[in-house]
């Protein structure tokens, strides 16, 4: 259940997006679910609030320049975002696993 | 009180824990911990039997995992464990020992980071790369990694490690002034009269004999060595061994004369053992003499190889020997390396291999 109240409730705060998270990624940290809505105006925004909830998630998805890590995608409206890429009020943010490995 | 043997597996795809009691015949494996992530080193602190790994994962970057209950549960941290903004991020973490109340981490590219916590949070040791041959450095097959990681028991301040490709540094005042240490070993891929450089060198793997803090073993790219001037100078210890290339070393838990090597065939010669024969190699001697020890190894059709951290010995005594191959296979001894077991054949490939001994 979602007990984040409506933006418009709220002046002047920022208004959440919706933020879809990997499974593999949520399986590192106990309790993260797969949907969650964070208050974020950009990407970086989006992560710095997970990472609150969930210390540690900002590391697993971001590397040290700081950026998206080069095998995680974070998608905003079909396109492929980074850091800077702004959030609408209410976007479905995907957060994926690119294709890795051996 | 009956003893438990812990061999501590760093394979591609996750933690391994194989246990068993003091007579080591009979193993049992737990495993995959760590979300399967690649652990490139597993090690354990034998005052607290708290276990740590040394993990790089390709999509969710580098950490340092942790067990306080022998493997049970894990949790996983990279707080500090990265460089300043703008400068290439640590890909992976690659080595871990533990040190006057400190927990190291050796990390690619080649640095090196200490936690005070037991692993919770890290920060950069900056001396080393403030090493003006730090530019110069130039990575080995597997990156620019750090690798290995001594600590003098007697002394904290007295680390050595082992970077490939740029050899051996080594600080007396705990991390903020370093020296290459390369004095006497070769550098085979350097042009024709520039084979010794001050550094450079391809350190496949450093080991510190007991009791002796000032002798150090070495298994490097081109030859094995001996150092009993706390690396100063090292020299070769290659007579009577097969090859001169191979990845790890193996100290004995209490005998300084004593060193298991596993040489392979060479760098360019498929990197197998010997006639595809396998054979742990044992001085008594500090080097002088060597024993091909293969009782119980397959001798045939064994096209294996052993990774630079995939050895290890146990405390008990007499002492076990452990080895992991790059084909996912663990060997085990009981006695020293005279006979060996196959404790399992299917793993990942194995990429460390550490024991620890807890009363059971």
């Known amino acids: 259940m979602d007990n984040t109240p409506a933006p418009e409730a709220r002046p002047g705060a920022v208004a959440a997006v919706v933020v879809r998270l990997p499974g593999v990624l949520v399986d590192l940290f106990p309790g993260a679910p797969r949907r969650v809505e964070v ?5 970086r925004d989006m992560v710095d609030q997970l990472d609150k909830s969930w210390p540690g998630m900002r590391d697993r998805i971001c590397d040290s320049r700081p950026a998206i890590r080069k095998h995680i995608n974070v998608f905003v409206e079909g396109e492929r975002a980074t850091l800077k890429t702004k959030l609408k009020p209410g976007v479905e943010v995907f957060v994926l696993t690119a294709i890795s490995g051996g | 009180m009956a003893e438990k043997v812990l061999v501590l597996l760093g394979t591609k795809k996750g933690a391994f824990i194989a246990e068993s009691n003091a007579e080591r015949r009979s193993w049992k494996l737990r495993g995959p911990f760590c979300e399967t992530w690649p652990m490139n080193h597993v090690v354990a602190d034998p005052a607290t039997g708290t276990i740590w790994g040394a993990g790089g994962n390709e999509w969710f970057g580098p950490a340092v995992w942790k067990s306080t209950d022998l493997g049970e549960t894990w949790t996983h941290s990279s707080e500090g464990l990265a460089y300043a903004e703008g400068e290439e991020p640590i890909k992976a973490v690659w080595s871990l020992a533990k040190g006057n109340g400190s927990l190291y981490a050796g990390v690619q590219p080649a640095g090196l980071f200490r936690s005070d916590d037991d692993g919770r949070s890290w920060s950069h ?111 070769s210890i290659e007579k009577g061994l097969p090859s001169t290339f191979g990845f790890p070393a193996a100290a004995h838990p209490r005998d300084p004369e004593t060193l298991y090597l596993v040489p ?3 760098d360019s010669a498929g990197r197998y053992v010997p006639d595809a024969k396998a054979a742990v190699w044992r001085t008594r001697s500090a080097g002088s003499e060597w024993q091909a020890m293969r009782n119980g190894l397959p001798q045939e059709n064994a096209y294996i190889g052993v990774l630079r951290q995939a050895m290890a010995t146990d405390r008990l005594d007499p002492a076990g020997v452990y080895f992991g191959t790059s084909s996912g296979a663990l060997f085990a001894s009981a006695d020293e390396g005279e006979s060996w077991i196959d404790v399992t054949q299917h793993l990942p490939s194995i990429l460390s291999v550490e024991t620890l001994v807890v009363d059971g």
């Not at chain 2, 597997?142 to 490939?164: E, Q, T, Y």
């Open chain 2, 264 to 266: 392979l065939n060479g």
């Open chain 2, 125 to 235: 040791v900056e001396g080393l790369q403030k090493h003006p041959s730090r530019p110069h450095w130039n990575p080995g097959g597997a990156g620019l990694i750090l690798h290995s990681l001594v600590i003098d028991p007697a002394d904290h301040d007295r680390i050595w490690i082992g970077i490939s490709a740029a050899g051996v540094f080594y600080t007396g005042d705990g991390g903020k002034s370093w020296e290459p240490r390369n004095l006497g070993t070769r550098a085979d891929f350097m042009p024709e009269g520039e084979n010794y450089p001050e550094f450079g060198q391809c350190v496949h793997n450093l080991v510190m004999a007991p009791g002796m803090p000032n002798r150090l073993y070495q298994q490097n790219h081109c030859g094995m060595y001996r150092s009993d001037d706390g690396g100063k100078r090292w020299v």
């Open chain 1, 39 to 43: 208050p974020a105006a950009t990407v």
